[in-house]
């Protein structure tokens, strides 16, 4: 079983066969599901010795057993339930690119990504999955002997956020699945973040832990007592190095205060408060306190026979903490300001561009529904998406959004079989870049479109292992819409609806994105020069 | 307007499948999705519009063509968006039987119920039944979508009786309680008319062999994803053999998704009253009627 062979780079034993070998050593290597197997014998071996699984392992939703697994510093990477299931850490790395463009790098989460969010400083980007657990990855800055690899994203801590829970009350089970992850700004030592299913938030602390105490007068290092009769003198407990762990503990649970399902959170900038909104309340709550939360806005109608929207996404400014927007699924944006009054339910201003008449179709309710909401990093502007397109808004005017890019305008055609499908409820998220210059949002067949606001210019790319490969430029793509298809062009009908990217996140400060398809996190970066 | 030209399905295929995922999201995990199950109620909403405007225009040709509705017999296809409609009244009670879950159920309505066939339409709540034996010659196409719910019909005793029995809806099929989700108010809806209806409705139909073509036009049955061409075949035997029981299986619904579609007819079953505009009356058919039930989809929507 063991062979001879250990990674150059991080001296780990490597038994699998040789062609895994050589990707490993090349330091990026994509497994499907049919070789996790495999993976298993090879991943005990070499998991006691190190901690940081070197390993650009992507595995693709899978979890297996540690099966008498001594799993003491060696999985703290990665395992913080080591009782039943495991995720094994994959390791991501970004290789620039010696020309233009970015250059991919391969990493694969287990289950299906519903979330991806970097932190306030980019050092990590956190995703979470349907089976409800969270995956945060950390930036590191490669070594210098190495200058081609400017930085890496490792996993750092996985943990089980959320799990399925059973509404006896009405026989509803609730899904697991992480619907949005928040980061709070940090304010000292450890890592706190807010994650969501449809109806529980909860606050994590995510801490890092690199000394043990050593040296106890009446405890063993294993943890039993000491007979006193044995203990001759005294000594004081030194603080000794170990191995970096890293631990999520929940810290706050905000259960029991959403009917419906919740889509959104939002952590206010004052620091104290977040929002979270559901179909139709948005409720405030204070990060301390976890048994009470004001209700902020609540459009449910008296009568619900009159209900025409619902809320489908909601922020905070990132500037001023009184002001608030929420989506609905007309079409619409309102913009709260919490001192007006209690209860929002008056907007202080509406957003909403008047319906194209021409464009009427029996489907037009459902594609002009928002599906995220994005504020500028500056707080002027408000960025929209809807099915087809996104939309940016002035927060001065109302009437109209000042910018508006069509994703993919070939679709309005296919809408029908879309609906079919299913395709045409996809919820696309949206993002801005650090200076607020360019903005991203997802599409089909992996897709993934980047809007430049200065330049006017846009751009659609690929996120597949295919097309992707470590220092490679990443080439533009173009959808063909009709009459004679180009080289190279893919025309729609050849377009597969089933491989969508719904999340995608920009760093706050570089040209990082980190790009979500159904099981895989891709993260691009800028060349370096 | 809406531009129905991009589309490749026609109104009525739409809105069977829109009722199909309403019937799918029941069951899904996670609970009902309120944003999906709006968005698909205005998919519907739109296409009943469609569907209705394109009626209307159908039944002013018709009007046109008088004499040939008279010779026409044999049944070729079914349409279960008829004009023909319950009254106003039989609507009002509808709804608010099943917004209060008082007795005065939809099985009640009785009375007013216009004499035509409703045949089908199992998804539409086939609300009222034909009463009695005399018809006017129907100059509507019929249509059977959800014949499951026939399948679940009472024995073919219950078929002999209830044309004998008006309106009386004495025998209860189903129960259906919604749960409001907010006020966590229980709603029992008595349906078990609108089931009876549906049977009847079909076998009458069958019996009668009713429908009719418009010279003008021959609408094709056009099933949605759950039917098949064989089913036509085998609609078109049953009315010939004239059986008593419905026979037509559907594929891929067991049993119990029959009893689900039931209950889903009846919920929607008061709503769906609205979708059928009365018969006699052309100007009467305003969109205030129509449209009014669009509520009612909404709440049996959300009553889940």
Redesign the interface.
Same mark, same amino acid.
């Given at each position: 079983m063991d062979s001879d062979f250990s990674c150059s780079r991080c001296g780990c034993p490597d038994n699998r066969d040789p062609l895994q070998q050589s990707l490993h050593s090349a330091r990026w290597l994509m497994m499907d599901r049919g070789s996790v197997n495999n993976i298993t014998m090879s991943v005990k071996a070499y998991a006691v010795k190190n901690t940081d699984f070197c390993l650009c392992l992507c595995l693709p939703s899978f979890y297996f057993k540690w099966v008498g697994q001594n799993d003491t510093h060696a999985t703290n990477r990665c395992l913080q339930n080591a009782a039943l299931l495991s995720v094994l850490s994959a390791k991501l790395r970004l290789v620039a690119a010696p020309q233009e463009m970015q250059l991919i790098f391969l990493g694969a989460k287990p289950d299906i990504i519903s979330t991806v969010e970097f932190n306030h400083t980019g050092e990590l980007l956190a995703t979470g999955d349907k089976g409800g657990r969270v995956v945060i990855f950390q930036q590191e800055i490669e070594n210098k002997n190495q200058p081609q690899f400017r930085s890496e994203y490792n996993v750092y801590s996985t943990f089980q956020s959320h799990e399925p829970e059973f509404?006896y009350?009405?026989s509803?089970?609730?899904?697991e699945?992480i619907n949005k992850i928040r980061w709070l700004p940090q304010k000292n030592a450890a890592q706190f973040l807010l994650s969501t299913n449809?109806k529980t938030i909860k606050l994590w602390k995510i801490s890092e832990r690199d000394k043990r105490p050593e040296g106890y007068n009446l405890k063993e290092e294993d943890g039993r007592y000491k007979d006193p009769n044995t203990i001759t003198g005294l000594r004081v407990p030194v603080l000794i190095p170990m191995d970096l762990m890293v631990e999520a503990s929940p810290r706050r649970v905000f259960a029991n205060a959403h009917?419906?399902?919740i889509?959104s959170i939002s952590v206010n900038s004052d620091d104290e408060t977040y929002l979270s909104a559901d179909?139709?309340r948005i409720n405030l709550w204070n990060l301390e306190i976890t048994d009470r939360s004001f209700n902020i806005v609540d459009i449910?109608p008296a009568?619900?026979?009159?209900?025409?929207?619902?809320i489908?996404a909601a922020e905070f400014h990132p500037l001023q903490c009184n002001t608030f927007v929420y989506s609905s699924?007309k079409g619409t944006i309102r913009l709260c300001d919490m001192r007006a009054s209690a209860l929002c339910d008056k907007h202080s201003k509406l957003f909403e561009e008047p319906e194209d008449p021409?464009?009427? =179709? &029996? &489907?037009?309710?459902?594609i002009s =529904?928002i599906s995220d909401v994005k504020f500028s990093h500056n707080g002027r502007y408000m960025m929209t998406r809807d099915y087809l397109s996104v939309k940016i808004w002035d927060l001065n005017m109302e009437s109209r959004p000042v910018e508006t890019y069509q994703v993919h305008e070939y679709l309005? =055609?296919k809408?029908? =079989?879309l609906?079919?499908n299913?395709c045409i &409820?996809d919820k696309f998220e949206c993002c801005w870049n650090g200076d607020d210059s360019v903005v991203m949002t997802g599409s089909y067949n992996n897709f993934f479109r980047m809007f430049d606001r200065g330049q006017r210019r846009d751009m659609t790319l690929e996120a597949s292992r295919e097309n992707s490969k470590p220092m490679q430029v990443l080439k533009p793509r173009k959808v063909c819409a009709g009459g004679k298809r180009k080289k190279d062009e893919i025309s729609v009908d050849s377009l597969d609806f089933n491989k969508k990217i719904l999340h995608t996140a920009w760093h706050p400060q570089d040209n990082i994105i980190a790009v979500a398809t159904t099981n895989n996190l891709y993260i691009f970066q800028d060349k370096v020069n | 307007m809406i531009n129905t030209m991009e589309c490749a399905v026609d109104a009525q295929s739409l809105i069977s499948i829109s009722l199909m995922k309403i019937h799918n999201s029941r069951t899904q995990r996670g609970g009902i999705k309120l944003h999906q199950n709006l968005l698909l109620s205005y998919v519907l909403r739109n296409a009943r519009q469609v569907y209705v405007k394109e009626k209307y225009a159908e039944i002013y040709r018709m009007q046109q063509y008088e004499e040939v509705m008279a010779v026409c017999n044999e049944i070729q296809e079914l349409d279960p968006l008829d004009v023909d409609a319950e009254d106003a009244e039989d609507e009002e009670q509808a709804r608010r039987a099943a917004r209060c879950g008082d007795e005065a159920s939809p099985c009640h309505r009785g009375g007013g119920a216009p004499t035509h066939g409703r045949a089908a339409a199992a998804l539409f709540g086939c609300s009222s039944a034909p009463e009695d034996g005399s018809r006017e010659p129907d100059p509507y196409y019929y249509y059977y979508y959800y014949r499951s719910c026939c399948m679940e019909a009472p024995p073919a005793s219950h078929c002999e009786q209830l044309p004998a029995s008006t309106g009386t809806g004495t025998q209860h099929c189903n129960k259906t309680t919604v749960l409001d989700l907010d006020t966590h108010v229980v709603t029992t809806v008595e349906n078990g008319y609108l089931h009876q209806d549906c049977c009847r409705c079909g076998y009458d139909a069958l019996q009668r062999g009713q429908g009719a073509q418009s010279a003008a036009r021959k609408r094709k049955v056009e099933f949605s994803c759950c039917a098949s061409e064989e089913e036509v075949e085998e609609l078109q035997d049953c009315k010939r053999a004239k059986r008593e029981e419905s026979s037509c299986s559907f594929p891929g619904l067991d049993y119990t998704d029959t009893s689900n579609i039931s209950n889903l007819i009846s919920i929607f079953g008061s709503g769906f009253s609205g979708l059928l505009s009365r018969h006699a009356d052309l100007e009467q058919v305003c969109s205030q009627q129509v449209l009014a039930s669009l509520g009612a989809w909404t709440r049996a929507i959300v009553a889940f």
């Open positions: 509404d009350l009405k509803l089970e609730i899904e699945k449809d009917t419906y399902h889509n179909d139709l449910k009568n619900m026979e009159e209900l025409t929207e619902v489908t699924s021409s464009n009427r =179709s &029996f &489907f037009s309710e459902i =529904s309005r =055609s809408l029908c =079989s609906y079919e299913d &409820f | -």
